[in-house]
Nanobody, 126 residues
Framework: QVQVVESGGGLVQAGGSLRLSCAAS????????MAWFRQAPGKEREFVAA????????DFADSVKGRFTISRDNAKNTVYLQMNSLKPEDTAVYYC???????????????????WGQGTQVTVSS
């Protein structure tokens, strides 16, 4: 079954850390680049980070640079989003997505992604 499943969300205090996981079916993991988006209440879904299929390239939204990292575990078909120094404005539902063509001009747009997870809630208290 072709799917993408997120986990690891929760409630954390400002300044704390969380690690999100995205488990993908082998077909997706091996052939697609992976990304994280987030959506806060009343706002549009926005790009957070992406990593290429090889793991050799990654990109981050300016708002999370220096605080978040993204990585792949090929043995587990899983992508991680490590979030440090969390802020209340990081509160959102976080979605994992899989895209076919990695380019700096396309990774920011939701229309570039073929598969999406159901989302996991991250809440950062002040």
């Amino acid at each position: 079954q072709v799917q993408v499943v997120e986990s690891g969300g929760g409630l954390v205090q400002a300044g704390g850390s969380l690690r999100l996981s995205c488990a993908a079916s082998r077909q997706i993991y091996s052939n697609y680049y992976m990304a994280w988006f987030r959506q806060a209440p009343g706002k549009e879904r926005e790009f957070v980070a992406a990593v290429s299929a090889s793991g050799g390239r990654s990109d981050f939204a300016d708002s999370v640079k220096g605080r978040f990292t993204i990585s792949r575990d090929n043995a587990k078909n899983t992508v991680y989003l490590q979030m440090n120094s969390l802020k209340p404005e990081d509160t959102a539902v976080y979605y994992c997505a899989a895209g076919r063509t990695y380019s700096s001009g396309r990774i920011y747009y939701t229309s570039n992604y073929a598969y999406w997870g159901q989302g996991t809630q991250v809440t950062v208290s002040s």
